[in-house]
Each structure stands twice: as C-alpha cells, then as structure tokens.
C-alpha cells in the first residue's frame, strides 16, 4: 500500500512521462529537481497574477524634451517594483546627457533608427534588431544618428524609476539635474553631439550644458 502511494505521489510530481521509456522518466526527474532548486536558490521571487498586456491604443505619451516623446509601457507597480519598460521616440540627433545609474540595469532595444552609444568611455553604433545591456554603475550615453525620428525601448531593473519620466516634461530644464538625482539617475557628462548635424542634440538645443552637471 505504501508503495503504492509512494508510485502516485511520484507520478503527480513528474507530470506526464512515458514510464516504459527509460530516458523521458530520467529527464523528468532533472527537470523537476532542476525547477525546484532554481526555486529554492532565488533570493526573491516576484509572482504575477496573470499576463500584462499593454496595447499601443493604452500608452500616455509624454513630451519628455522638446519633440521627444516617451510612454511607459510597463510601470513598476503593475509588476511589484521588478522592472520598468518605456518607449522613446527620439527626434534626430538628439539624446541624453552622460549618466549613471547606481541601483539598476538597463536594457535598450532598437526599433527603429540608428544609434550611436558611448558606455564606460567606449562608443559603438548600433541599428533596429539591436540589444545592450547596461550594468548598474556604468556611465552611458545616446543620440539618434538618423536624420528621421526613431524609436527605442528601454527597460530598468529593478523597476521603480517611473517617477523620472512622469515628471520631466513639466519640469524646468535647470532642475532636470535635481529631478534626476532623486530618481537614482546621475547626470556626469554633457550629451554626445553628431558631428555635422545641423541640430546637434535637438532635445537640448538652447540650453547651456554646464546647468546639467552635479553641482560640485
């Protein structure tokens, strides 16, 4: 009887297998004792109660600066603080000043455009399909190359970053350095610039640089 009950709870706990055949059982038992170790090990787990789904009918855009735009597409809260994803259409030859970020990853994904990044000093170009992954702590910067808007999606993890992009649009340029100081985001260095660009850094254009910089 005992083994009997042993056989059940062995069969409930591997799922579906073909028992006859030696390696489907084998490779249940390292799936399901892979899944439960993997489980086990994580420090913190973050369990969703069902999909997210997020149409382009749904998204707020916000002029972030001017002629850019940005959307959040994930916001933090809907998924426990794990991560942030936002959308950006970018004028031509504009982008962010150098930054860093102390507490989080960030993920960018081309799709549409050209860009040029400068991460820890090294600069590469990249095109639509494209992934980087910035690590937390590394100064990083972007500009689109194009001479037509683009567009690019980034993601922070953790999340929690959300703040940032709600309330740049309406805030003075001259506090852009302190709106981002609170939102683990800090301004090291000015924009890059497109050499020959009739507009170089749309988004900052009239604008003295120095303003941006931490104050000492």
């Known amino acids: 009887m005992l083994v009997c009950s042993l056989i059940v709870a062995l069969m409930d706990w591997l799922g579906p297998v073909h028992w006859f055949d030696k390696k489907s059982w084998l490779a249940a038992c390292l ?3 892979r899944k439960w170790r993997n489980g086990f090990m994580k420090a913190k787990l973050v369990c969703l109660p069902g999909a997210i789904v997020t149409g ?6 916000i002029e972030a600066t001017p002629g850019d735009l940005m959307a959040l597409r994930i916001h933090s809260r809907d998924v426990a603080g794990a991560f942030t994803v936002v959308e950006a259409r970018v004028m031509p030859f ?3 000043p150098l930054h860093v970020h102390n507490e989080r990853d960030e993920i960018f994904e081309v799709l549409e455009g050209r860009f040029r990044f400068l991460c820890a000093g090294e600069s590469f ?3 639509a399909g494209t992934t980087v992954v910035v690590p937390r702590g590394v ?3 972007w500009v689109n190359l194009g001479s037509r808007p683009a567009r690019l999606l980034f993601s922070f993890v953790p999340g929690g ?3 940032l992009f709600e309330e740049i649009g309406r805030t003075p340029p001259d506090q852009w350095a302190a709106l981002a ?9 000015p924009p890059l610039v497109v050499e020959g660009a009739a507009e170089p850094c749309r988004a900052y254009r009239g604008q003295n640089i120095a303003f941006l910089m931490p104050l000492p």
């Open 125 to 127: 170009d990249i095109t």
């Open 56 to 61: 382009a009918q749904d998204l707020h855009w």
């Open 94 to 96: 504009s982008g962010p």
């Open 31 to 33: 799936r399901k004792t």
């Open 139 to 141: 100064a990083h910067a």
């Open 161 to 163: 970053i959300d703040g």
């Open 181 to 189: 100081a609170l939102h683990d985001t800090d301004i090291v260095g």
